[in-house]
C-alpha cells in the first residue's frame, strides 16, 4: 500500500518570505502522479501544483514549485513571496497511474505572518 | 470549467435518521466519483469510489450498508447516511473524474463538502 507522509503538523512564515513543506512516499510503483493540495478555511479543496513521476523537470506554477526526487520518494513544496492568503492546510497526496486511490498526508498547516 | 457541487453544505440530523448527501458535476460528465471523510484536525480519508451505472467500491473498514452510494448518471453520485449517530459527525467530501478532452483524465475535481452534524 502506498503511504504518505508529512512530517511538519505546522509550520509559519513571514509575509512575503519562501516556506518549503515536506513530503515523502513509499511506492513501488514506477508511474503515478503526486500533488498538492491546500485547504483553506472554508474546507474546499484547490490543486495547487502536479506532478507526473515520468517527467523529470520540476512543475512550477507561479510562485509555487515542487522538488521532486523520485529516488529519494520526496516531493516539496516551495511557496516563494508568501501571501496571507496562502494561509491553509496543504496536503500532499499520491495517485497510482491508471488507479482512482488518492492516498493523502496528514497534512501541514501553513500560517503567514504578516 | 470543472466545477462539482455538494449540497447539502451543512445538515444537522437526529440519531437514527438517514440523510442524503448529493454530489454534482456541473459542466463535466464524471464517469467516476470519490467520497471522502474529514475528522477535524485530520486528513482525507477515501471511504468508496462510484462508477456511473455499476456498485461502488468500498474501502476496508467503511460500511456499505451504513453509506450507500449511487451514482445513477453522469453528473450526479449520492451518498446516503443510514441510521446516523454521532460518531457519523464529520465533514464528507466528493471529488469527481473527468474522461473528457481538455481536462486531465486522471485529475479529481473536488466539492466544497458537506459537514453532518448528528445529535
Known amino acids: 500500500a502506498q503511504t504518505v507522509t508529512q512530517s511538519q503538523p505546522e509550520m509559519s512564515v513571514q509575509e512575503a518570505e519562501t516556506v518549503t513543506l515536506s513530503c515523502t512516499y513509499d511506492t513501488s510503483e514506477s508511474n503515478y502522479y503526486l500533488f498538492w493540495y491546500k485547504q483553506p478555511p472554508s474546507r474546499q479543496m484547490i490543486l495547487v501544483i502536479r506532478q507526473e513521476a515520468y517527467k523529470q523537470q520540476n512543475a512550477t506554477e507561479n510562485r509555487f514549485s515542487v522538488n521532486f526526487q523520485k529516488a529519494a520518494k520526496s516531493f516539496s513544496l516551495k511557496i516563494s513571496d508568501s501571501q496571507l492568503g496562502d494561509t491553509a492546510m496543504y496536503f500532499c497526496?499520491?495517485?497510482?497511474?491508471?488507479?482512482?486511490?488518492?492516498?493523502f498526508g496528514a497534512g501541514t498547516r501553513l500560517t503567514v505572518k504578516p | 470549467g470543472a466545477v462539482v457541487s455538494q449540497h447539502p453544505s451543512w445538515v444537522i440530523c437526529k440519531s437514527g435518521t438517514s440523510v442524503k448527501i448529493e454530489c454534482r458535476s456541473l459542466d463535466f460528465q464524471a464517469t467516476t466519483m470519490f467520497w471522502y471523510r474529514q475528522f477535524p484536525k485530520q486528513s482525507l480519508m477515501l471511504m468508496a469510489t462510484?462508477?456511473?451505472?455499476?456498485?461502488?467500491?468500498?474501502e476496508q473498514g467503511v460500511e456499505k450498508d451504513k453509506f450507500l452510494i449511487n451514482h445513477a448518471s453522469l453528473t450526479l453520485s449520492t451518498l446516503t447516511v443510514t441510521s446516523a449517530h454521532p460518531e457519523d459527525s464529520s465533514f464528507y467530501i466528493c471529488?469527481?473524474?473527468?474522461?473528457?478532452?481538455?481536462?486531465?483524465?486522471?485529475?479529481?475535481?473536488f466539492g466544497p463538502g458537506t459537514r453532518l452534524t448528528v445529535t
Open positions: 462510484s462508477n456511473e451505472g455499476s456498485k461502488a467500491t468500498y
Open positions: 497526496a499520491f495517485m497510482k497511474h491508471n488507479n482512482n486511490d488518492m492516498r
Open positions: 471529488s469527481a473524474r473527468s474522461t473528457l478532452a481538455g481536462l486531465s483524465s486522471y485529475e479529481q475535481y
